[in-house]
């Protein structure tokens, strides 16, 4: 076996794919199989994964029940296109999502099925709030990261993503999130100054957009009270409130949806990375029924909604007939955070930070290019992280949240490792 620091030959994707790749650069292997918690490459090196997809394989690689669904489905012949058709597979999930995630926690939303990724339920929800109020303005936070198509660029942060649009991105208006200005300043009142003084240059948006928790940001966490305000803001002035938990929905944090504890009512959720369960394209967009003013065809694509993703997707809602994967994800989480304290307290040079929510965690650092050289360092040991931040200044911890202890253990003793080796 060859070992994991010996390259495997990229000469075909360095040739012939387009320069804009880049995980392929951080993680330059050819892998060829992956299973729960770990992946294997073409050499048959085994990496535990801390990264699941960026979070669409919440329930880790190829689940058994859910690739059988498929398999059986496949060889029935199925549908596998069918735009916004009706489908018995459609059918199947509606009910199941209705039945098990949304009924229990008393909310009542229209299901849409705006096209395969989380950038589309952005566009539509976007859409859909500027065609319900009129207006054209969104509200969006500093350090947010919604998409990468035109309109969710126009609501999100980061410089570099933005400047690839190659046009002025207008009709948004970005506002602090919380802890933005500073631990002691509560920017919801901020916020409500300018849109209560007609001297402020900012007009009434249609909707306000935000992450509960920013993944691509530098997980940067929102509390309960900040999101509280958010929504009585909302809901004072006639304002949209629209929830992208495409990253830190589906359990991610803990619960289902990751503004639960907060028991805020969103006009519109985004939904989409693990939504469909096994790592196939799906999104959805969750509409309060009074809002849901679409004309027949107003919004649609020729992938709306996945025939295998609808199977995939139904049986994935099997791991919230309860609440043992929440509370899983509670625990597991709290033995993550507790090993990242102890890794900033034991080793001050890192200048660290710890932040998140559930099985969403960043280790931040001041340190020029650490959490960088961290990841690089991580996949040559076997551990598969990705940097997150404006300036790459976060270790993202994200394991499936399957993972079980052992595998978790000794990815958390790799990271160690990890720190140890890039700070001498």
């Known amino acids: 076996m060859k070992s994991v620091q010996e390259k495997s030959d990229l000469k075909v994707f360095n040739e012939h794919e387009s320069e804009v790749r880049s995980y392929s650069r951080s993680f ?32 880790g690689h190829n689940d058994s029940k859910m690739k059988k669904k498929l398999m059986d489905y496949i060889e029935s012949d199925g549908i596998t296109h069918g735009l916004d058709m009706a489908t018995d597979a459609k059918e199947a999930f509606i009910e199941r999502l209705q039945n098990i995630v949304l009924k229990p926690r008393n909310m009542d939303y229209k299901m849409m099925f705006p096209g395969p990724t989380g950038t589309n339920s952005v566009e539509s929800a976007l859409k859909l709030a500027r065609k319900v109020t009129g207006r054209e303005m969104i509200m969006s936070f500093t350090n947010a990261f919604h998409g990468m198509t035109l309109g969710a660029l126009s609501i999100t942060g980061n410089e570099g993503k933005r400047h690839g649009a190659g046009v002025s991105l207008h009709n948004t208006v970005v506002m602090p999130y919380d802890k933005f200005i500073g631990d002691d300043t509560n920017s919801v009142h901020y916020i409500e100054r300018f849109l209560e003084d007609k001297g402020s240059g900012i007009s009434k948006p249609a909707a306000i957009i935000l992450e509960t928790v920013q993944g691509e940001g530098g997980i940067n966490v929102s509390s309960y009270e900040w999101l ?8 004072r002035l006639d304002i949209f409130l629209i929830i992208d938990d495409i990253q830190a929905g589906v359990g991610r944090t803990g619960p289902f949806f990751s503004f639960e504890p907060a028991g805020i009512k969103p006009d519109i959720i985004c939904l989409s990375k693990s939504i469909g369960g096994y790592g196939l394209p799906f999104a959805l967009t969750l509409i309060k029924p009074e809002h849901d003013i679409w004309d027949p065809g107003e919004h649609n694509g020729t992938f709306r909604g996945n025939n295998f993703a609808f199977i995939t997707a139904t049986e994935a809602l099997r791991f919230w007939e309860n609440d043992t994967l929440e509370k899983e994800v509670e625990r597991k989480g709290e033995k993550v955070r507790k090993f990242l304290d102890q890794l900033v307290a034991n080793y001050p040079k890192l200048k660290g930070e710890v932040r998140g929510r559930g099985l969403m965690l960043g280790l931040a650092s001041n340190v020029e290019g650490l959490a960088n050289a961290i990841c690089a360092t991580g996949f040559k040991k076997g551990l598969i992280m990705e940097s997150a931040g404006i300036n790459d200044q976060v270790t993202k911890i994200m394991p499936p949240l399957t993972i079980n202890d052992e595998t978790l253990d000794q990815g958390l003793k790799i990271l160690e490792e990890c720190v140890q080796e890039v700070i001498k």
Do not use: H, Q, S
């Open 228 to 235: 509280k305000g958010i929504e009585d803001l909302c809901r």
């Open 28 to 59: 330059p292997t050819i892998f060829t199989k992956a299973k729960g918690d770990k992946l294997w490459d073409e050499n048959g090196t085994e990496f535990i994964d801390f990264f699941a997809g960026a979070g669409a394989l919440n329930y």
